[in-house]
């Protein structure tokens, strides 16, 4: 094996009686071994350095000669070596190489250190990172074709920072917010004027003959009980009728279409659908109303107009009410909830379509539709098994089971109505809150108002049209944080919204309807619900309370005289924090709005 040139040797200790043997063959082996170092090239690198060895199964090996096949020492040096081969140092070269020494001479334990390096001779490892790059670009590229999702997180870089910063929401302007404002009047004079029509429709004499007919005469009779009677057993008679239509009227009108709904702003044109959902209960004509009252199917709302007209053509005095779904003033700009995507269809294999070699992988069609079990009675002898051939001819059977009745079509609405109807009390002079179709409540004001978090429906505007078209806003009856949440969707939360909508409603007032006993009753009834609505709990719902006011919240114009605290409000950050009437440490002074400057 060839080796580089020594820069120095380092010979272990000799063995005794070494470089003195009878016929001198040590001194012949140590000369053929200088020879042939001396004879041939060094090793070196690309560099002229000396080729780095590793130490391969104990004995060194230069870079390169690692595969090649060693010759075992030990082998040499146990070697018979014929007489006749056997010379002396001065001999030529080719007897010099031809030379080796015998069994009984001690090896020589060598170690040359190299002066230019001084790194130690480890047994490195080799690491392929190029294949494991392209193994990992493989799995890339199935993972894709296999259509999984590849989660890439960034490092939080300028580029990261830019993104999130352009999908965060951006406040309103006072342009935007102007120009919304004036759209939520457009939008509220709009939908007055679409329930306005509908209760007309609702007084009308055909469709009054329509329903009419159709009611039992005993539910009649209970609804207009004799004057006779005591009182008490008039209004359980009362009582007992609205039951009696409520259930009539629920099991003959069908729903098949959407009602009304919450809408939104939205920011791209793009997302706005070209044409409306086919399900949904689109503007009609007269005429239409008509049709429906024949047929009793349509929307929930379109059921609910119904009611009121069937009421009303059995004498009955009934209010038409609506919660009002106009566009917010400001606040949230994004859709609707979304919904969840349509289902992918079940992929079947086809066994009885030809295959072949190359397209042996095109078993799964999604669009072949699936076979479904023809039932059979009990004891039939000609039907299908399962493990029977589906294209044998099936033996007519005596008794086949009837079809089941088609499932009405659900639709995903507020569980909340949009339309109910009030009626009068005749005995106590109170209106009556009732909903047929969604809830099935009769006499339960808070079941009809949905939460704020709702996506499909708000409660802003409640309002109650009279069969003589005059129209009253009844919101304060329906919920019981009208200061604190529901004033603020409103117009009337600005300074000159208050005088514009009441302008709006005095439309829809009639000038001797406000003499009604029942009408004023109602009218101290709401001023008392107002009046007696709990402090807030949420310190958010302090900002323009039009009774109660924190210091947090003034202006830098105002200020508080006199300092009367009526109460006290937990700070700690929860939104549903308690209310204190003594000094704490977490809570903070309330004052009464009147007291602001």
Known sequence: MARGRPSRRVNAPRARGRDVHPDGRANAAFQDMLAEVESSPAQTGDEGRPIKKRRVRGRLVAQGEENKPA????????????????????????????RQPVATLHREQTAY?????????????????????????????ENEQDGELQLVLNDGGKE??????????KPLTAIERSFRLQVHKVHLLCLLSHVHMRNHWCNDQNVHILLYRRLPKQIVSLLNPDEKYPEFRQDESFKEGLKKVSEY????????????????????????????????DLPMQKSDFLDCAKTLKGSRDIGTQLICALLRSANVETRLVCSLQVLPLTGSTKGAAPQKPPSKPIPVIDYNAPSSDNDSDNHLK????????????????GGLTRFSNPNAPIAPTSARPPRPKPRPKKFRESRQPIFWVEVLNPISKK????????????????????????PKNSFAYVLAFNDDLTAKDVTRRYTSQYAAKILRQRVDSIITGKAW???????????????????????????????????PRAIQDFKNHPTFALERHLKRNEIIHPRKEVGRVNTAGAAGGKVYSSNSAKSESVFRRKDVL
Do not use: C
């Not at 480890?122 to 799995?139: I, K, N």
């Not at 009108?253 to 791209?268: C, H, L, N, Q």
């Not at 809150?433 to 949905?450: E, H, N, W």
């Open 501 to 535: 909508l009441a302008s709006v409603l005095k439309l829809f007032r009639y000038p001797g309807r406000a003499s009604f006993k029942h009408e004023l009753a109602e009218d101290d009834e709401l001023a008392k619900r107002e009046a007696s609505e709990p402090m």
């Open 71 to 98: 010759t075992d020492a030990r082998e040499a040096w146990q070697k018979p070596v014929p007489k006749h081969q056997r010379g002396t140092s001065g001999g030529s070269g080719a007897d010099v190489h031809s």
């Open 366 to 381: 999604s669009s072949s539709p699936v076979p479904t079990p023809i039932k059979r009675p009990i004891g039939s002898t």
């Open 160 to 169: 990261g920072s830019k993104q999130a910063a352009a999908s965060r929401r």
């Open 113 to 141: 250190k190299d002066e230019s390096s001084d790194e130690s001779d480890f047994a490195w490892e080799e690491v392929g990172l190029g294949q494991e790059q392209v193994d990992a670009a493989d799995d890339e590229v």
């Open 249 to 280: 009227f629920r099991g003959a009108f069908t729903i098949t279409a959407r009602g009304m709904s919450r809408p939104y702003w939205v920011e791209d044109s793009e997302d706005t659908p070209q044409q409306p959902p086919s399900d949904l």
């Open 431 to 454: 209106y009556t809150p009732i909903d047929v179709l969604v809830t099935r409540t009769i006499g339960k004001p808070s079941a009809l108002a949905p939460s704020l978090s709702d």
